[in-house]
Structure formats: structure tokens, C-alpha cells
């Protein structure tokens, strides 16, 4: 089956199918495009605020902004008042693809619909169309007969879950329905994907038969990226002829037992990929050198460890039956608990908890930062900063995960996550700079970190990488292009702040390119100090 004129589906090693190139694709280049997903449900808190057919969202948050229009105003669908759309072309166009179908049906309820019931229903109604890309998801793999096996609890929920689709769609409830839509509601579970802005924030869910025949691997060759309605799989890294493409269905910078169990655990595989051949002696599982003071400090744990080891999610945390390793096991486990996820006790997400949990890991002194879960703390630290407002603490977060982790968590230059980070810290740092005369600017300063520096470096790296990661016509890319001009084009800002000193136009790019080079070493320098960084700590608690 060919999907693109460059891909073609067909069987894997790995079991069912995958996708496979047809032609070489290199680093950043687009692997499939789709105008729009087969089926998309936006999250009960984005109903409100985001048209349902293009997906623009009118809500700013914090630093983000591609695919958001806060101009927009976003209207019900005045049949159902469950959907809102951004605009008569957006409504006509949902309604001719398939909201005629569910509109009724979303009517009659009074709550939000869960979104996989929401989505099943887009299925049911799409496969009685005739369609034949709808026909694709009756192929793919829908574990039906593991998810059975998971309990009378699971599997009753599910069969709950197929039986309201049915019934919501309008669809008359015979076996031959239910069947039907208990496989529908298999395959969604895991083929779904998340529905996302271009800079990542969470949007809704999306299924489509010509994405989600790609199989994972921990070391991906490939990504997704959204543009609005529109996905693009755009490569890592080489992709030979005839080679598969793989992309991460999980924090693939998470230690081996965790992914493993992730994967097992939603999508039913045990992952053979190059980094779990490695197992747990993967360079990203390892520690660094105990010091003497190590065995005291992991003791920190033990008051705690009884009551981690009755979590059900503590095997997969288990790194060595020693007891140092059974402490180091645990502060795991306890890293992980402050992070969002489905099977987590979260015990917090303010930015004052996520930097305990920050600390404690560090104070071991053998807890490299790149090493799980320090990279998602710190990103959700950076991001529980920017929502309390926190703008300083927030930026030293920032510069830690660009120079420190990113680097090492996503290797290469264009990985679209490692661009939006830099973005997310341009556009700090530019907001932070404004106040140059404030105490945290000043030791910023001292320590050799210029904002205004640093911001035209980071806008510099973002223009050269975004053709890469999301292309150069895409939202993003049109906001960073549109920033790279008013700053650095002819006539921008930078050019009229180096005319007022006397530097002329030739000189301005090589006068730049010298700063930059001047500041990049002590900017590392700084991430990597923790004398500094506790200087600076001590700047904001001031
Ligand atoms: C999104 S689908 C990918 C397409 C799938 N292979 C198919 O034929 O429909 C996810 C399922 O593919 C299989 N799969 C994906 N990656 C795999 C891997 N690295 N090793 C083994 N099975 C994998 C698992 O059965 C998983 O539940």
C-alpha cells in the first residue's frame, strides 16, 4: 500500500506492518504530509477556546504563541453546541467531512464526551461512509485479544466505552455493530496520537491510518510535527532507501525499565530497538562517578523506600538489588512521582516542589542532568515557573535544559522540541533583558551572560534550524522569520542599535558573530557551575 509517492506501508521485522522510504530522506526532510488527520477530538479544556476543524487556538499561553490567534473568535456549532468553529468555511468543511453524522448525537448529551468515545464515534460514522482511508483502520493492530486478557475492569470499561459510540452515532446496537466498534475503540487505544500545537502544547487526540502505521523506536529517525490541521513526519536523521521510519511514542529519554514497561503496558511490545539492545548500560541510564560523600547523601531515600516499593509502578523503577542501588532505585521512582503522568502519585506540579525534587536528585552528586527524570522535571519546573510568573527562575531553568540536556536528549540541531525550547528561552530572554538594570540582570551580567546577547544567539540558532524542524511556510517558521527580520533584517533593530554606535552595515554580522562567540563559553560555563547558579539563587531569592 502506498501512501506517498516516497513511503510505501508494508510488512516489518518487527510484526504487522511499518513505514518504509521509497526514496533517501535526509535529516529534516518532509517524510508524509497531511492537510489534515482522518479523526481529531480536542481536549474537554480546549472545546472552548479552539475551532475543531483548523485547530487555532485563541488562548496565549505563556511564551508560546504559533497556531494561536487571539484575534479569533470561535463559535458553537449551533446544532449540537458541543464543537466550535473559527469561521462558516471551517463549520462547512467539519460538516461535509463528518459532523453531519455525529452532530445529533453530540446534541443529546449533557457533558463533555470522553474523547476516545468522541473519536470512535468519527470512526463508526467514517467506516459506514465507505471511505477507503477509513477502511486503512480495520488493519491496524488492535491487541483486542491482550486488552481482554487485562481484566474484567479494563475490558468492561472499554466495552462500555464501544457500546455509547454505537449508541451516540445512532447506529443500531447488534452484535455486528458492537464488534465493530469494540475494534474501533482497540485500534484507538493504541494508534492514537496527541493533537498538538506547533510548539507542543496539548490540544486533543488524532488517529490517522497513514501516521499511525509507523512503528517506535527509542533512537526515532523520525518526528511529528503540527502545523494546525496539518502533520508532518519530517526526518532526524538519514533514512536509506527501503529503510523503516521510526518515531517515539514515548519519552524515549526515559531509563530502560520505564520505557519497556510503557510500552508493554500501552502498546503491548517488548522494544528491541539499538538503545534497549543496551539495556540498562545505555549511556543515557548511567550515573556519574560516586563520591565518598554519595552513600550518605542517597540516604536521604530511606525513610521512603517501604512506601515506594507498594506503588504498583516500582518494578519498572528497579535499577539493582544492592542496597545503594535500591536507593538510587527509589530516588527514581520519587523523581518520577512529581512529574504528570496517569500512574504517578503526583504530589505537586508548583515550581517550589518540582525544585526539591530537582535538588534531591542533584545532591546525590552522581545524578547527571541529562539522565531521567531530570530533563522532564526541569521542563516542567521551567514551564511551573512561567505559569506562577516566575520569569527569572524560569530562564535559569531554561539555559540549563538548552546547553545541558537538549543537547544530549535530543541530538540533533533541528529536533523540533529542542528548537521550540530555544525558542521558549529567546523569548524570555528577550523579555527578561528589558529590565537590564535588575538585580538578577546584574548577576547575570557578573557571571558574563549578556541577555541581549544571548537572545540574538538564540534567534540566530532558531533561524537556521527552523527550515529543518518545521519548515519554513509553517506558522512557526513564519513567526521566527517574521522576529529574524524585524530584529536582524536591513533596517531592523539591530542594524539601527549598531548605526547609532558607528558600526556600519559589513561590519554589523562579523561585530556580531565575535560577541556571540565571546559569550557562548561562559553562558556553559554558567549552566554547568553550581556555585553560580547558587549565586543567582541567591540574587532571586533577594
Ligand atoms: C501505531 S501501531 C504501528 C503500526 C503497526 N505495526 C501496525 O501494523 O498497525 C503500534 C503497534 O505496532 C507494534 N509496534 C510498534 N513499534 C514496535 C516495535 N518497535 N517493536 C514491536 N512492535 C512494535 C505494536 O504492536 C504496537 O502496538
Same mark, same amino acid.
Given at each position: ?221 523520525? #518526528? ?8 508532518? #513526519? ?309
Amino acid at each position: 500500500m502506498s501512501f506517498s509517492s516516497s513511503t510505501e506501508a508494508k510488512s516489518s521485522s518487527l510484526g504487522g506492518r511499518g513505514l518504509f522510504a521509497t526514496k533517501q530522506f535526509q535529516g529534516g526532510d518532509v517524510v508524509v504530509a497531511l492537510d489534515r488527520p482522518l479523526v481529531a477530538v480536542l481536549d474537554e479544556q480546549r472545546v472552548e477556546d479552539t475551532c475543531s476543524w483548523c485547530f487555532s487556538w485563541t488562548e496565549l499561553p505563556v511564551l508560546s504563541g504559533a497556531g494561536v490567534n487571539q484575534a479569533l473568535k470561535v463559535n458553537w456549532c449551533t446544532g449540537c453546541k458541543k464543537v466550535k468553529y473559527c469561521s462558516k468555511k471551517c463549520q462547512a468543511q467539519a460538516w461535509k467531512a463528518g459532523h453531519k453524522q455525529e452532530c445529533k448525537g453530540l446534541g443529546a448529551q449533557s457533558e463533555h464526551i470522553p474523547n476516545l468515545v468522541h473519536a470512535a464515534m468519527q470512526v463508526l460514522a467514517g467506516l459506514d461512509s465507505g471511505d477507503s482511508v477509513y477502511g486503512e483502520i480495520q488493519k491496524m493492530e488492535t491487541h483486542r485479544d491482550e486488552f481482554e486478557t487485562l481484566g474484567p475492569k479494563k475490558w468492561d470499561a472499554m466495552q462500555l466505552m464501544a457500546h455509547t459510540a454505537v449508541k451516540f452515532i445512532g447506529q443500531k446496537d447488534d452484535k455486528a455493530n458492537l464488534d465493530r466498534a469494540k475494534m474501533v475503540i482497540c485500534a484507538l487505544m493504541c494508534n492514537t496520537s496527541r493533537l498538538v500545537t506547533p510548539t507542543f502544547d496539548p490540544l486533543g487526540l488524532v488517529l490517522d491510518p497513514r501516521t499511525s502505521v509507523i512503528n517506535h523506536s527509542c533512537s526515532p529517525n523520525a #518526528v511529528v510535527v503540527f502545523d494546525g490541521p496539518k502533520i508532518s #513526519v519530517r526526518a532526524l536523521s538519514n533514512v536509506p532507501e527501503g529503510g523503516e521510519v521510526y518515531i517515539s511514542y514515548i519519552d524515549s529519554s526515559a531509563p530502560y525499565g520505564v520505557r519497556q514497561a510503557e510500552l508493554r503496558d500501552q502498546y503491548f511490545f517488548i522494544c528491541k530497538c539499538s538503545k534497549c539492545k543496551l539495556g540498562s548500560t545505555a549511556p543515557q541510564d548511567a550515573f556519574l562517578e560516586t563520591s565518598p560523600e554519595f552513600a550518605e547523601r542517597i540516604k536521604v531515600i530511606d525513610g521512603m523506600i517501604d512506601q515506594i516499593t507498594e506503588d504498583p509502578a516500582w518494578p519498572r523503577h528497579i535499577l539493582g538489588q544492592s542496597t545503594d542501588m535500591k536507593r538510587l532505585s527509589a530516588l527514581q521512582f520519587y523523581g518520577y512521582s512529581y512529574l504528570e503522568s496517569p500512574d504517578s502519585q503526583a504530589t505537586g506540579q508548583t515550581p517550589a516542589s518540582l525544585r526539591k525534587a530537582i535538588t534531591i536528585l542533584r545532591n546525590t552528586g552522581i545524578w547527571p542532568v541529562s539522565r531521567a527524570p531530570m530533563p522532564a522535571l526541569y521542563q516542567q519546573y521551567a514551564v511551573a515557573c512561567l505559569g506562577a510568573k516566575k520569569y527569572n527562575e524560569a530562564l535559569v531553568a531554561l539555559i540549563r535544559l538548552h546547553i545541558l540536556i537538549d543537547p544530549v536528549v535530543y541530538p540533533q540541531p533541528h529536533h523540533p522540541v529542542r528548537v521550540v525550547h530555544a525558542w521558549t528561552l529567546a523569548t524570555l530572554t528577550r523579555a527578561v533583558s528589558s529590565e537590564q538594570d535588575s538585580p538578577f540582570c546584574k548577576a547575570l551580567q557578573a557571571c558574563g551572560v549578556d541577555l541581549p546577547i544571548l537572545f540574538l544567539a538564540l534567534l540566530a540558532e532558531i533561524h537556521t534550524q527552523v527550515p529543518k524542524s518545521h519548515g519554513e511556510s509553517s506558522a512557526f517558521g513564519q513567526m521566527v522569520k517574521g522576529a529574524w527580520q524585524t530584529i536582524m533584517g536591513p533596517g531592523g533593530e539591530l542594524a539601527e542599535q549598531y548605526s547609532e554606535q558607528g558600526v556600519e552595515r559589513p561590519r554589523q554580522q562579523q561585530m556580531l558573530a565575535e560577541q556571540i562567540n565571546e559569550m557562548w563559553p561562559k553562558v556553559k560555563a554558567f549552566a554547568v557551575d553550581d556555585a553560580l547558579a547558587a549565586q543567582i539563587d541567591e540574587a532571586l531569592a533577594g
